[in-house]
T-cell receptor
Framework: GAVVSQHPSWVICKSGTSVKIECRSL??????MFWYRQFPKQSLMLMAT?????????EQGVEKDKFLINHASLTLSTLTVTSAHPEDSSFYIC??????????????FGPGTRLTVL | AQSVSQHNHHVILSEAASLELGCNYS??????LFWYVQYPGQHLQLLLK??????LVKGIKGFEAEFIKSKFSFNLRKPSVQWSDTAEYFC??????????FGAGTRLFVKA
């Protein structure tokens, strides 16, 4: 099956710094990728849709200037958490869809990145 | 608003017991339906999916789910669980625009 990787798997940073998380599709091209945030004991919350060659689409309530998304190529999307604060500590997961069509197909998930902001 | 509701947050079963996890969604348009599973320390992965056709779909590891359109439900079942089924299970709905909406998840613990 399709493989999606994320790097780093865990990052600890000081409050006020910026952190970049990479999401790569290893054996397929992804014009679209998704970024989710997962709080402990809660479901995945879609943050934004990353689009290769165009601006990301953010979900309501997600600050686009806080969470910068760049879809640099057909296999790479990055999420940068700018001026991170402790409340940004969370588990960030990316995914890439496996098929086309008008309705969302199977998602292939990365392993997630745990961000801890001190 | 679009939403997915999973009925149980935690389920504890003994091995060989039968499993049914409830899932209901609210969305008026065409949907694809999924169950994903996350084993401890592993990625989320697809368990099964429904796009069209036979509303009873079979997935990996003996799981199956039934789509009941009139009830907006897509319940997951397994006749006899094993200890290795201990995991978190997410119901998800794929909607237009490639969006996938997830339920809150159900943590299943199977006692050996």
């Amino acid at each position: 099956g399709a493989v999606v990787s994320q790097h780093p798997s865990w990052v600890i940073c000081k409050s006020g710094t910026s952190v970049k998380i990479e999401c790569r599709s290893l054996d397929f091209q992804a014009t679209t990728m998704f970024w989710y945030r997962q709080f402990p004991k809660q479901s995945l919350m879609l943050m934004a849709t990353s689009n290769e060659g165009s601006k990301a689409t953010y979900e309501q309530g997600v600050e686009k200037d806080k969470f910068l998304i760049n879809h640099a190529s057909l296999t790479l999307s990055t999420l940068t958490v700018t001026s991170a604060h402790p409340e940004d500590s969370s588990f960030y997961i990316c995914s890439a869809p496996g098929g086309g069509g008008a309705v969302a197909d199977t998602q292939y998930f990365g392993p997630g990145t745990r961000l801890t902001v001190l | 608003a679009q939403s997915v509701s999973q009925h149980n947050h935690h389920v504890i079963l003994s091995e060989a017991a039968s499993l049914e996890l409830g899932c209901n969604y609210s969305y008026g348009g065409t949907v694809n339906l999924f169950w994903y599973v996350q084993y401890p320390g592993q990625h989320l992965q697809l368990l099964l999916k429904y796009f069209s056709g036979d509303p009873l779909v079979k997935g990996i590891k003996g799981f199956e789910a039934e789509f009941i359109k009139s009830k907006f439900s897509f319940n997951l079942r397994k006749p006899s669980v094993q200890w290795s089924d201990t995991a978190e299970y997410f119901c998800a709905v794929g909607t237009g625009g490639f969006k996938t909406i997830f339920g809150a998840g159900t943590r299943l613990f199977v006692k050996a």
